[in-house]
């Protein structure tokens, strides 16, 4: 029995200092109905902003950047919200080119370093 209150002592401690995710799959949604065209955003997914392919979460570049500034705050889920981030996002430049040329040729924006 003492094992068994220690063990879910021990769960409930671990359970307070675990991570939450925080995914955000609204974002993606966002950019796949703004660039319906572009088929590498569906397969990025979360890379289209993130670093490894979207697996790093802490790496982002810059068009992810200029999405989060225009976004304001984080965990966003209002869908109007975050069309009208992206609009605002996809004016940014990379090179010659903004954001939203790129997209809508099928490019994706250069990778998180």
């Known amino acids: 029995m003492k094992k068994i209150a220690v063990f879910v002592a021990v769960a409930a401690v671990a359970g307070l200092f675990a991570s939450q995710a925080h995914a955000r799959p609204d974002y993606v949604k966002g950019l796949k109905k703004a660039y319906a ?57 990379e090179g010659e080119k903004t954001y939203d040329e790129i997209l809508k040729g099928g490019g994706l924006p250069k990778a998180a370093e």
């Not at 289209?48 to 790496?59: I, L, P, S, Y």
Request: hydrophobic share 30%; charged share 30%.
């Open 37 to 93: 065209s572009n088929t590498a955003i569906g397969e990025k997914n979360c890379g289209v902003c993130h670093g490894e392919g979207g697996k790093n979460k802490k790496v982002v570049n810059a068009y992810g950047k200029a999405l989060g500034e225009a976004l304001g705050a984080k965990m966003v889920k209002d869908e109007e919200k975050i069309a009208g981030a992206i609009k605002k996002a996809g004016e940014g430049k």
